[in-house]
């Protein structure tokens, strides 16, 4: 009998090949889509045993990094005949000139508007009403790049341009990070409140996103972001370049403190252009990146991998 969900017991590497196995032959199994990269090897070696088609999402970034997990992830995406990433960028950063792009989708629900009243947030956050709020939803990492962003308000701050800038986020980097803010004479400017679980409301009352990075696929904050109607301002890297353009917001290249700190002064001291930015961001998001979108993409590529 065929099984909606089939949970898999076993932790060890070896018992848990077999026991895949045999749940592809009690379910009379077509296609096995992997997403890590021990399961994307499973999913290989299964597809060259047995009948069942293999298709490989187990590429994570539009950057590629030279560990010996990215090389085993590597390996094992150019031996795999079906091959699917959530960019382009993707597909290069791994050298492979075939596969398929299903870009990332976002929930309905977060098109609409929260009812909670926005000053209401922004007190709990310690933002005032008057000022401009920037947005950042990333882990507090190296790979985040929050030093160029910092530094980049700081040359805002010195022009008397006022504004307020909340990092949600964890991660091993928050102390240096919260050090290098009041270094940089931002401690009132700048605030840190950790993980949220009201980020969509916090992004609703928010008037521009920020997001630097030093490799993307197809980003979850942005198009959570973008869904919240905010003008983007990220850095030029793997695949944000692919939906992120003049249209919804700015780009700027990676670790360029000046690029950014312009990027910001624009939108923030134009009004009307960022209202703009902000209006066509929200439409972007819904015409191309809903989880209907997505999932007739997903359906697509199953037929596709079954001719």
Known sequence: MEKDVIFLSSKNPFKRYFEIRRAIKENNTEIIWSWGGIEAFY?????????????????????FRFNRHQLFRLVILHLSANVVANSYAGLKANKLVRGHVLYNGIDGDFYVKPEKNPSIIRKDLGV????????????????KD????????????????????IAIGEGTERERIMQLS??????????????????????????????????????????????AGLPIIASNTGGTGEFVDDNIGRLFEYQNVGQLSERIIEIITNNSLRETLGENSKRK???????????????????????
């Not at 060259?48 to 539009?62: A, D, M, Q, T």
């Open 43 to 63: 999913g290989f070696v299964l597809s060259l045993v047995s009948r069942v088609r293999h298709i490989n999402g187990s590429v994570r970034h539009g950057v």
């Open 128 to 143: 005032d009403d008057k000022n401009i709020l920037l947005t950042s939803v990333a882990n507090l990492v190296p790979y």
């Open 146 to 165: 929050y030093d160029t962003v910092l530094k980049a308000f700081s040359i805002i701050k010195t022009k008397g341009i006022p504004f307020h800038y």
């Open 182 to 227: 009041k270094r940089l004479n931002l401690s009132v400017e700048v605030s840190f409140p950790g993980s949220r679980n009201d980020i969509k409301d916090i992004l609703y009352i928010s008037d521009i996103f920020i997001h630097s990075s030093r490799g993307e696929g197809c980003s979850n904050a942005i198009l959570e972001a973008m869904s």
């Open 285 to 307: 998001a819904i015409k191309d990146f809903s989880i209907d979108r997505m999932m007739s993409d997903y359906y697509q590529i199953l037929e596709d991998v079954k001719r």
